[in-house]
């Protein structure tokens, strides 16, 4: 059945859901009639999902160790071909009020319209059924698939109080009843499961991997162990390794809690992770999906080993082979001319004909074949950006360009089929000699590792049970028995919790008790999502307007994006204050014309959205010298090739990219690019405090301690010549004055040579050498050192095409950067950007998670690579200081968690050449504010700043009294407990020289005496820091 059809019958049924009328006799006989007609297996899932006998729909092979031939087939299978009769049911049942029948329809189908993208409309339906019929059981597979679209949205704390309450409370759900305590936990391990995507999504990768632990261990402890869970867990889990820094993986494996000898050989972190994922494979073997993303995933962690450093180098073919032959097995899973309806699996297919490229062309595949290999995939993933905005009536035929373009990969690197002697298995016959490792886990072992999270799930609780006042309308489901919501509130009475001693707020939402007051005026977007958070259906839209006093009906209050005014100023940034003579700049707007959020009549002053969706530490622009000899032309596109000859353009773009200009260049392209339509809220900040720059430092001294003077621009560029650093050049985790010490992990430290051959004419075309490098991992200041220029700038000219690109992440803990080859596509502005950066659509394949948005920043004028490295190396710092700082509050019985939103970095590729750089981070969608800045102001109407605060005193004690993270901002609650995501911090810091965003020792003092003061908070008192001592740190006299 086509999207179209699917899409028109459930918007009949919500219709129905909606009128909710008293049902007359000839419905409740057509309603008869329409259930009767259901085939026998139908009926008898039906019945069995009324009676409530299992949390999760099974599929026939998931608890069977013994599979037979009937049992090889899969419930999307049924579901598909009666898809039409079964919907009709739902439709019946609704308009005859038998809301049992009605949710146990929806409990069937859902697996099935998730993957057709088709979550949304079946959640309303669920949601008004509740709402309606409060006394009818809502099926925890319901629940968790709220959790799951949340996450896909960019709501993650509200997905994690739906799991933490699920986990908490045993897996209760209001009125459902389990017939089992083995089913409460399976329960409970699906949502810690959940919550390790979560936290994967986050970058946190040892806190994730033990969640899947403990999931894993749930699933295996069943009376009959969870096939498909445990392969999902594995899968999840070589995922998370693949990202995992040693370091991080050392502390998993050693642990007493963890045992991973069932994974074989646990010596090498991706072995561990290939074989893992191979694992999931055979688990999942009947359902052609699981089949495609596990073997997506072995193929991506041995193509990940063959690069490794401690890959012998007479074995890194024959691990290019096994990646080979698990991508081509992914591929294989769908027989040509066969539909596909599902994002989810669009995706990996893309992953996978991707990958197998750069594999084959790693392998020695002609360059002419692999280019052509190379074009379809860009073409491929230019129309899945396309598909994942489309209406619902042009879905199918995206769909089917996409897989004929991944038809013709696979006739062109002559993917061809697999020795399979077992019907309805998805696998090769040589997978199937997998040992399988028995395990010795039990019920009560899983209940003894789920204590350890008890605190931290109890503490969310407590918060979502404070901020549920019944105060709006129902707007998702509710875990009735918690007295909570899934989501914010809901409209029926029996989940309703009164007001203490208050009135309901009216005319408005308010996210939790405490908030300050906000402005009545909102930037909506048109074609936004529907009120559970999904944007699987919309169009992308951020185009705002001053609305209405009042909302439409049809407007849901999650549909709303408040702008919470938190008293912080961004001042005008050293590029509008500061030109080439030091003389005073004037924005350049013309009258009348709008280009950001800012200039909107809504209640604010002249600062940009720097303040709020950027901080001026990462949107800076640090002026280079205006006489540099730039030429401000474009670089010829004629570049030089990785021996393939192709190029990473998309057809029909011109692939060219700003390149080598001067500052005073600007880019209009979103004048003339489309209006995307995908939600954004407003993230405007009432301007009472500053972030400021300091303007007697030298703008590139903070970002170039690395490399020597004379050689601001070198033709010698291969990672291979960097040879050993000059003495007084350190890592950013070094002290001053000393030199380098070289890191085990780092490619080029190891294998430091002489200047070989063929050396690349352009700093930024990389050589064979620079790949290997890049890919085995390189340590910062050994990065910097290659890419760093005085001159070359970047800026993206185009939009809405797709490239080649290297996805880069930083490592704290071991200073490391680590590649993986990709293709990335460049979307339309956002319509929102700060004085420094403009937010971009991006999509790329190798995205942690498939189904959510990311946003890409880019700055506003051209600027050196250096810039967007540092910014990825300074929130990823920040992130590694708030996660220790976490221990700290849980050690101390505080369940407050911070985090900071993981920042990566995309360089575009042009054949060889770089040819831009943007910073990525998932994308996140609520309630912006505002706690501290960079000076000594802070926002006290948050209980949140103390966190912040405590947060920065801990950052000082913990860094030798070195550094402080300030400009705290992002997405909090208002008491400050339970969770609070932050993004573009700055950072004060003596280990690197002072520049215009860190101040340095006068930064310290900044926060010491003003911002944090002589007294410390409560915060500060129960983690029993230090007090702060003003002794070491003084400020300069004229200050």
Not at 396 to 416: H, N, T
Not at 446 to 454: E, G, I, L, P, S
Not at 887 to 908: G, T
Request: charged letters at 20%; proline letters at 5%.
């Amino acid at each position: 059945m086509v999207s179209l059809e699917v899409g028109d019958l459930l918007e009949d049924c919500l219709r129905a859901a909606r009128l909710s009328t008293h049902s007359t006799e000839a419905e409740r006989l057509d309603f008869c009639l329409c259930r009767d007609s259901l085939c026998a297996e139908l009926a008898s899932l039906l019945q069995d999902s009324m009676e409530m006998k299992w949390p999760f729909v099974p599929e026939k092979w998931q608890y069977k160790q013994s599979v037979s031939a009937d049992d090889k087939t899969n419930l999307s299978d049924l579901t598909s071909t009666h898809l039409t009769q079964l919907l009709a049911v739902l439709k019946a049942s609704i308009v005859a009020q038998e809301a049992g029948t009605a949710l146990s329809v929806v409990f069937l189908v859902d697996r099935f319209l998730y993957w057709t993208d088709e979550s949304s409309r079946l959640l309303k339906i669920t949601k008004l059924l509740h709402k309606h019929h409060p006394d009818t059981p809502v099926a925890p597979q319901l629940v968790i698939r709220q959790a799951r679209v949340y996450l896909n949205s960019g709501k993650l704390r509200k997905a994690e109080y739906i799991l933490s309450s699920l986990i908490n409370n045993s897996g209760s759900t209001g009125c459902w009843v389990y017939h089992s305590e083995s089913d409460r936990a399976l329960v409970q391990a699906v949502s810690v499961q959940v919550r390790g995507m979560i936290l994967r999504t986050l970058g946190l990768w040892l806190e994730a991997a033990e969640l899947i632990w403990a999931s894993l261990v749930g699933y295996y402890a069943l009376p009959q162990p969870d096939k498909k869970g445990i392969g999902a867990s594995l899968c999840t889990l070589a995922n998370i390794l693949v990202s995992m820094n040693e370091q991080d993986f050392n502390a998993f494996r050693t642990s007493p809690d963890i045992d991973l000898s069932f994974l074989g050989d646990r010596s090498h972190r991706l072995l561990s992770a290939a074989q893992a994922a191979k694992m999931a494979v055979v688990y999942s073997q009947y359902t052609s999906l699981y089949v495609l993303t596990n073997v997506a995933t072995q193929g991506t962690c041995l193509l990940s080993y063959s690069f490794s450093v401690d890959c012998p180098a007479a074995q890194r073919q024959s691990f290019l082979l096994q990646a080979r032959e698990a991508f081509s097995i992914g591929l294989l899973t769908k027989a040509e001319g066969e539909l596909v309806t599902s994002k989810q699996e669009l995706h990996t297919f893309l992953k996978a004909a991707y990958s197998l490229t750069v594999t084959h062309r790693w392998l020695g595949t002609p360059s002419s074949v692999v280019a052509k290999a190379t074009e379809a995939c860009q073409k491929a993933l230019a129309d899945f950006y396309d598909y994942s905005n489309a209406d619902t009536q042009h879905k199918d035929s995206l769909c089917g360009e996409i897989m004929q373009l991944v038809a013709q990969v696979k006739r062109l690197l002559r993917v061809d089929p697999f020795i399979n002697s077992e019907k309805g298995s998805f696998i090769p016959d040589s997978y199937r000699n997998i040992e399988d490792t028995s395990v010795d886990f039990t019920l009560e072992g899983f209940a003894k590792v789920m204590r350890k999270f008890q605190k931290y799930h109890a503490s969310l609780c407590d918060t979502t049970n404070a901020n549920c006042k019944g105060a709006k309308e129902g707007v998702t489901l509710c875990i009735t028995a918690l007295g909570t919501t899934i989501g914010t509130e809901c409209g029926t009475e029996a989940c309703k919790v009164p007001p203490k001693g208050e009135e309901p707020q009216q005319g408005g939402s308010r996210s939790s008790d405490g908030l300050p007051p906000q402005t009545s005026h909102m930037c909506t977007t048109l074609g936004s999502t529907d009120n559970l958070g999904s944007t699987e259906n919309k169009k992308r839209d951020v185009s705002c307007k001053i609305p209405a006093t009042s909302s439409s009906n049809a407007s849901s209050d999650s549909e709303k994006f408040e702008l919470i005014r938190a008293g912080i100023e961004t001042l005008v940034t050293e590029e509008d204050w500061m030109s080439d003579g030091g003389v005073m700049l004037q924005p350049s707007v013309a009258e009348g014309e709008v280009h950001s959020l800012s200039q909107l009549a809504i209640e604010t002053t002249s600062s940009s959205l720097s303040d709020s969706f950027g901080s001026q530490s990462s949107w800076e622009k640090i002026p280079v010298d205006l006489n540099s000899p730039t030429t401000g032309k474009p670089q010829p596109s004629s570049l030089s090739k990785r021996g393939t000859g192709q190029s990473s353009k998309s057809p029909g773009s011109d692939g060219n990219f700003f390149h080598l200009e001067t500052l005073d260049t600007e880019s209009n392209d979103s004048a003339r690019d489309p209006t995307p339509k995908r939600p954004v809220e407003s993230r405007n900040v009432d301007p009472k405090m500053e972030t400021e720059v300091d303007s007697t430092a030298n703008p590139h001294s903070d970002l170039s301690p690395f490399v020597p003077a004379q050689c601001e621009t070198s033709t010698e560029s291969s990672f291979e010549m960097l040879g050993d650093p000059p003495s007084g050049h350190q890592s950013s985790t070094d002290s001053p004055g000393l030199p380098q010490v070289k890191n085990p992990l780092c490619f080029s430290c190891l294998r430091n040579s002489p200047v070989a051959a063929g050396v690349p004419q352009s700093q930024y075309v990389l050589s064979q050498e620079d790949y290997r490098a890049l890919l085995a991992g390189v340590c910062h200041a050994c990065l910097l050192k290659r890419l760093h220029s005085d001159e070359t700038q970047f800026k993206l000219k185009t939009h809405r095409s797709a490239h080649n690109a290297l996805h880069l992440k930083f490592s704290k803990a071991t200073g490391m950067w680590t590649a993986r080859e990709t293709c990335v596509y460049i979307g339309e502005p956002m319509g929102i950007q700060g004085k420094q950066r403009t937010a971009i659509w991006v999509q790329f394949l190798h995205q942690e998670e498939r189904l959510s948005s990311y946003v890409g920043k880019d700055y506003l004028k051209p600027k050196e690579i250096q810039f967007h490295l540092k910014d990825v190396e300074r929130q990823m710092t920040a992130q590694y200081y708030v996660t220790e700082f976490n221990k700290s509050l849980y050690d101390k019985e505080v369940m407050a968690q911070i985090f900071f939103i993981p920042s990566e970095a995309l360089l575009i590729l042009n054949g060889d050449e770089i040819a831009g750089c943007v910073t990525v981070e998932p994308f996140m969608l609520g309630d912006f504010v505002k706690l501290t800045n960079n000076t000594g102001k802070k926002d006290k109407s948050f209980q949140a700043t103390e966190y912040g605060l405590a947060f920065g005193h801990f950052t000082y004690l913990f860094s030798d009294c070195q550094e402080v993270v300030v400009d705290l901002q992002g997405w909090v609650t208002a008491n400050g407990k339970g969770l609070t995501y932050l993004t573009d911090p700055q950072i004060h810091s003596t280990k690197t020289p002072k520049g215009p965003s860190n101040f340095a020792d006068r930064g310290l003092r900044y926060f010491l005496e003003e911002q944090h003061g002589p007294e410390c908070n409560g915060i500060c008192q129960l983690l029993k820091l230090p007090r702060v001592l003003r002794q070491p740190h003084v400020l300069p006299q004229n200050l």
